[in-house]
């Protein structure tokens, strides 16, 4: 119920790929199985009827022993595009029966409730590189400390965490990164949706500039003084 082919060009200007895991590049670590999440409305009412939720008392939000499905959804004020996309998956839910409440706070709060677990899901970003370590978020030791906000705990999970911390050979990384990738589908603790493309003006006097690992090295640049300033590239 996430129209992220709406989103990623209608919100973020076609600015981003699809993300499948938290890999940087996660195309590589996904493996063939599973396939990854569509958006298909029809199939996902199918499901949630199968599981028992549906509308009881005729107020558009499903329920099920009891209770509502409804939930809010925590986000920083300041993220405009969070917000707009927020929006779309809210419109999306609600015609599938689901309420989701949007709650768009100042930082500081945002943080802080994460930090002290006051929220029923929310949206984080999380900046990746090719050697990412993602146990900060999904590792058991990480809960009290970590980023690790919803509290989540995977005994399996965790030793193929430490295993790829330790790692170094790309070969066996990848191999483990795929193992992660689909525990990290069979429990769905976050639903990954993009990894927003970068972008950097550079004026055309600066020199010897490259992408490593995804990223802007500027370890051994120089000015050309020779080039007026003003330029980009």
Not at 69 to 90: I, K, N, T, Y
């Amino acid at each position: 119920l996430i129209d992220r082919a709406t989103i990623r060009c209608s919100i973020l200007r076609c600015r981003a790929d699809f993300a499948e895991g938290p890999w940087y590049g996660d195309h590589i670590a996904i493996p063939e199985f599973p396939p990854p999440f569509s958006f298909n409305p029809a199939g996902a009412v199918a499901t949630l009827e199968k599981n028992g939720w549906i509308d009881t008392d005729d107020n558009r939000i499903r329920d099920r022993d009891g209770v509502a499905f409804s939930f809010e959804l925590l986000l920083p004020d300041e993220a405009r595009d969070l917000r707009r996309a927020a929006a779309v998956v809210q419109t999306d839910l609600a015609r599938a029966g689901i309420e989701m409440r949007i709650s768009a706070v100042e930082p500081s709060t945002y943080f802080s409730r994460l930090r002290s677990r006051r929220f029923d899901a929310s949206i984080i970003t999380v900046a990746n590189h090719m050697m990412f370590d993602p146990s900060p978020l999904f590792h058991s030791r990480a809960v009290p400390t970590g980023e690790n906000y919803c509290g989540f705990s995977d005994p399996e999970l965790d030793p193929l965490l430490d295993s790829l911390r330790a790692e170094r050979d790309a070969e066996t990384r990848l191999k483990l990164k795929r193992q992660i990738s689909v525990s990290l589908r069979a429990s769905a603790p976050a639903v990954f949706t993009f990894r927003p493309h970068g972008v950097a003006l550079i004026q055309d006097r600066v020199r010897a500039w490259k992408i490593e690992n995804g990223r802007l090295s500027a370890l051994a640049v120089w000015l050309d003084d020779k080039r007026k300033a003003g330029g980009t590239e």
